[in-house]
């Protein structure tokens, strides 16, 4: 069993939800830190150190005296649901040293019917949360991001093209049925149980027939074409367990039929 905090960390989250902890916006145009400011205060009930967050910090809270990390995703719902976009880092389940985990949390999409706090704010509440460890997300650890350019476009040859990756992932409530609407832990099988808690599924990814190595874009045409190559590791199950505390739901959690056929065809979700 490998020591992590997300067993804390998780129990926290949904004590707070259970006690009707609100998630507070600090402006009518707050589409960041709105949830990532809730996450934190979890943190420091915990009393746990971690290195302060802002908008190109990865992951969003890396931990001081453990050497993990939580990337936050807050998501309006109903809404997008099915992917969100990731700026500038794929996701993973291993930075810089650090077991990272996300925090996906959701929370209504309409906000028109929430009161405002004595300080002008609305609050609303968390709708729905899954804590995954990153492989469940994707398990290469070797890609390294970087932005390259160009130098040279242009009738005058002096403008230059910035390759900006953005990454867009599918999330955990795509990949999984029987997490709408509830609280769920996925952690890999290797992680072990913790007394608090019972396993409610067990999840399996597997990984694809072919891997993207690179990609072409066409100026003249404006196609982009990805560039692939058989993965030696095809057909490799990464195993997962999807927990919850004993005073929550057994309702059961398994991976999506849209995800199993996805990787089965050797296609992104």
């Given at each position: 069993?490998?020591?992590?905090?997300?067993?804390?960390?998780?129990?926290?989250?949904?004590?707070?939800?259970?006690?009707?902890?609100?998630?507070?916006?600090?402006?009518?145009?707050?589409?960041?830190?709105?949830?990532?400011?809730?996450?934190?205060?979890?943190?420091?009930?915990?009393?746990?150190?971690?290195?302060?967050?802002?908008?190109?910090?990865?992951?969003?809270?890396?931990?001081?005296?453990?050497?993990?990390?939580?990337?936050?995703?807050?998501?309006?719902?109903?809404?997008?649901?099915?992917?969100?976009?990731?700026?500038?880092?794929?996701?993973?389940?291993?930075?810089?040293?650090?077991?990272?985990?996300?925090?996906?949390?959701?929370?209504?999409?309409?906000?028109?019917?929430?009161?405002?706090?004595?300080?002008?704010?609305?609050?609303?509440?968390?709708?729905?949360?899954?804590?995954?460890?990153?492989?469940?997300?994707?398990?290469?650890?070797?890609?390294?991001?970087?932005?390259?350019?160009?130098?040279?476009?242009?009738t005058y040859g002096d403008i230059m093209i910035r390759d900006r990756k953005m990454y867009v992932a599918p999330t955990p409530f795509a990949l999984t049925e029987g997490t709408t609407g509830l609280m769920t832990l996925i952690l890999p099988e290797n992680f072990g149980c913790d007394e608090r808690y019972q396993a409610v599924g067990e999840l399996t990814r597997v990984e694809s027939e072919s891997l993207v190595v690179g990609y072409n874009f066409d100026l003249r045409t404006n196609e982009l074409r990805a560039e692939r190559v058989p993965n030696p590791k095809a057909g490799t199950e990464h195993k997962f367990i999807a927990y919850r505390l004993k005073t929550q739901t057994s309702k059961s959690v398994s991976i999506s039929g849209a995800s199993v056929s996805s990787e089965t065809n050797g296609k992104s979700d």
């Amino acid at each position: 069993m490998k020591k992590t905090t997300a067993f804390d960390v998780f129990e926290k989250c949904v004590q707070a939800v259970q006690e009707g902890e609100l998630i507070e916006s600090l402006s009518s145009k707050d589409k960041e830190f709105h949830f990532q400011n809730w996450f934190q205060a979890r943190l420091e009930t915990l009393s746990m150190h971690f290195e302060g967050s802002g908008r190109n910090t990865y992951p969003d809270f890396s931990l001081v005296e453990h050497t993990e990390g939580y990337e936050i995703k807050g998501l309006a719902w109903p809404g997008r649901e099915r992917d969100y976009d990731s700026n500038s880092q794929v996701p993973t389940g291993y930075h810089n040293g650090r077991q990272i985990f996300y925090v996906f949390g959701r929370y209504p999409a309409d906000l028109s019917g929430y009161v405002e706090s004595s300080n002008g704010r609305k609050q609303y509440p968390v709708v729905d949360l899954v804590i995954c460890h990153g492989d469940f997300l994707n398990a290469d650890h070797n890609y390294v991001h970087k932005n390259k350019s160009v130098k040279g476009f242009g009738t005058y040859g002096d403008i230059m093209i910035r390759d900006r990756k953005m990454y867009v992932a599918p999330t955990p409530f795509a990949l999984t049925e029987g997490t709408t609407g509830l609280m769920t832990l996925i952690l890999p099988e290797n992680f072990g149980c913790d007394e608090r808690y019972q396993a409610v599924g067990e999840l399996t990814r597997v990984e694809s027939e072919s891997l993207v190595v690179g990609y072409n874009f066409d100026l003249r045409t404006n196609e982009l074409r990805a560039e692939r190559v058989p993965n030696p590791k095809a057909g490799t199950e990464h195993k997962f367990i999807a927990y919850r505390l004993k005073t929550q739901t057994s309702k059961s959690v398994s991976i999506s039929g849209a995800s199993v056929s996805s990787e089965t065809n050797g296609k992104s979700d």
